[in-house]
């Protein structure tokens, strides 16, 4: 069901939309975690190792889909918002017809320089056969991961974050089936676990497909929607880039920082990943709470209620610092244990590095309620070029501390890269949207 933001507590409506789509994103996160739980448990750390070896690369690509998907949807809140729903369509159909490009492309290119992107990554031998496997998987399944977050962006748009988490939990379940099946049935290995994963993508977005179709007349394309036009195109382009490549360039810096801890040995590549999985669990809320925030300014926007703006992003920092020091308590005292989800108590190396990765991750994990919350408002007013330097500031301070720092202290370094890079990200989003905010009120006195 279509929702308004534009009247109402603006606390209230940012946490009624967020709690769903934080339970999704959690959902979400849930993939990841019983992948490499059961692959960790079942299949031993080398295989753990073998999973996570390319993460990186997977938030390069995939957070270039899922940018470009949000950025889809940014016109679709703002002409929602402003009730314009006949231009609210041709952007949903201009927005699927990208998206169908997008999809093609990056799937063969991905698919095709598979080998050369692990040897980049300087993937060790004795786990190199396993990361392909589930690489070239993931890879594979790019269609699917485009085709649902396009499809819950516009269901989101239009404020409704409900059904696609109901889509999301179902596919869990799917997913949790699956992974057992795949690898402990058919002895699959990690690239039963990548299968599984896809499988479960795929049935997310063809039931959000379904249910649009046959639910949201307000979203039904006619043939006079169907028609392609350049500055839709065009619109939706320069939205839907610059926060694909926000999110990519964010990644490779996270892809030299993890070639760097790749070079430290198997031990740490196992302690990273399983570290890794832990820590993009507890960021679900700043996804949600920014997410909630950014549709939240976009309709706002469009209804050209400014003050609801301003208020919004104050009430979204306020929630996203106050979760990511709560958060970041349960890091530094229960990192260890944590971990154990992943690797048994006889990988005494393994716990080691990876309760130490979050510990050390928990005294900063509040930055992230910043980073987060400005960045996605930025880019929801509109200004998603802008959030690009967010993401070249984080790149420069990963490259900087793999290159300067890991040498000389090793996994120590690593565990101080993300801080840098989350603070660096804040210097920079935080001016930057207070200044978009103001060109936005400076345009409407005017």
């Known amino acids: 069901m279509a929702k308004s933001m534009t009247e109402g507590s603006s606390v209230k409506l940012i946490l009624q939309f ?6 999704g994103n959690l959902l979400q996160q849930t993939y990841n975690i019983i992948d490499a739980a059961i692959v960790g448990k079942v299949l031993g750390t080398d295989a753990l190792a073998s999973v996570g070896a390319s993460s990186s690369v997977q938030f390069l690509v995939l957070g270039f889909c899922i940018g470009i998907c949000c950025g889809f949807g940014i016109p679709v809140a703002k002409s929602f918002g402003a009730g314009d729903y006949g231009q609210m369509r041709k952007y949903i159909f201009h927005a699927i017809f990208l998206t169908g490009v997008f999809a093609v492309v990056l799937t063969v290119a991905c698919a ?16 190199y056969q396993g990361a392909y496997q589930y690489l070239l998987v993931i890879f594979l399944g790019i269609p699917f991961t485009l085709l649902y977050n396009l499809l819950s962006g516009i269901l989101r748009a239009v404020g409704d974050s409900k059904t696609p988490f109901m889509f999301l939990a179902l596919s869990t379940v799917l997913n949790i089936g699956l992974d057992l099946f795949c690898i402990l049935v058919l002895k699959w290995g990690c690239a039963g676990a990548a299968i599984a994963t896809v499988t479960a993508q795929a049935v997310s977005g063809i039931l959000c497909f ?3 179709y046959r639910r949201f007349q307000i979203l039904r394309l006619s043939r006079q929607d169907c ?32 070639s760097a801890n790749n070079g430290l040995g198997s031990v740490y590549v196992s302690g990273f990943t399983a570290a890794m999985r832990i820590k993009q669990f507890l960021m679900c809320p700043f996804d949600a709470i ?17 003050e609801r703006i301003k208020k919004g992003i104050r009430e ?11 958060a970041g308590v349960v890091l530094i005292f229960g990192g260890r244990v944590l971990s154990m989800l992943f690797v048994s108590r006889d990988s005494a190396e393994v716990l080691d590095a990876s309760a130490k990765y979050l510990f050390c991750l928990g005294f900063f994990f509040w930055s992230l309620g910043i980073l ?4 996605m408002t930025t880019q929801g007013l509109g200004y998603s070029g802008r ?9 420069i301070a990963r490259i900087f501390v793999s290159f300067v720092f890991v040498p000389l202290y090793g996994f120590n370094a690593i565990c101080f890269a993300d801080q840098a890079a989350w603070l660096s990200g804040c210097i920079y989003i935080l001016p930057a949207c207070l200044i978009c905010i103001r060109k936005i009120e400076a345009q409407a006195k005017g």
């Open 18 to 23: 967020a709690l769903p789509l934080l339970i």
């Open 112 to 127: 095709l320089l598979c080998p050369q992107i692990l040897n980049i990554l300087t993937t060790p031998e004795d786990i």
């Open 210 to 212: 379904l249910y649009i």
């Open 227 to 258: 028609m392609v036009k350049g500055k839709f195109l065009k619109s939706l382009l320069l939205m839907g880039i610059p926060m694909g490549l926000q999110y990519s360039v964010t990644a490779i810096g996270s892809m030299v920082m993890q």
């Open 290 to 306: 920014a997410t909630a925030v950014s549709v939240f300014c976009g309709q706002n926007l469009g209804a050209r209620k400014i």
């Open 316 to 326: 979204g920092v306020f929630l996203g610092v106050g979760y990511g020091v709560a």
């Open 372 to 375: 987060n919350v400005c960045r």
């Open 387 to 395: 959030t690009i330097f967010s993401g070249v500031a984080e790149m």
